[in-house]
């Protein structure tokens, strides 16, 4: 059983900086591949950034260059720095922990607004 709480959302003007954090409880965070999955009002939830176990990363192309996800195994935490945000990306941000052996977890969201 794995616990997910994410924290840093909030409302940010076009062009600023987000850094967002998921911190997990439970045993095993490490062999986890963690996410970090948005959805927009109206809208399915969508990928935004994952990061493996081994550290390999994939990006939506939405959000290549200006998003940069990373994990820390000792603290159980994995981040999303967002840079040069832009209105589309206001959504209910979402974190998830998956494994084949263990199953899939998701956090409650924390939600970003990007406007002026």
């Known amino acids: 059983q794995v616990q997910l709480v994410e924290s840093g959302g909030g409302l940010v003007q076009p062009g600023g900086s987000l850094r967002l954090s998921c911190a997990a409880s439970g045993n095993f965070f490490s062999i986890y591949t963690m996410g970090w999955y948005r959805q927009a009002p109206g809208k399915q939830r969508e990928l935004a950034a994952t990061i493996t176990n081994s550290g390999n990363i994939d990006y939506a192309d939405s959000v290549k260059g200006r998003f940069s996800v990373s994990r820390d195994n000792a603290e159980n935490t994995v981040y999303l720095q967002m840079n040069s945000l832009k209105p589309e990306d206001t959504a209910v941000y979402y974190c998830?922990?998956?494994?084949?052996?263990?199953?899939?977890?998701w956090g409650q969201g924390t939600q970003v607004t990007v406007s002026s």
């Open positions: 998830n922990a998956k494994s084949p052996y263990r199953g899939s977890y």
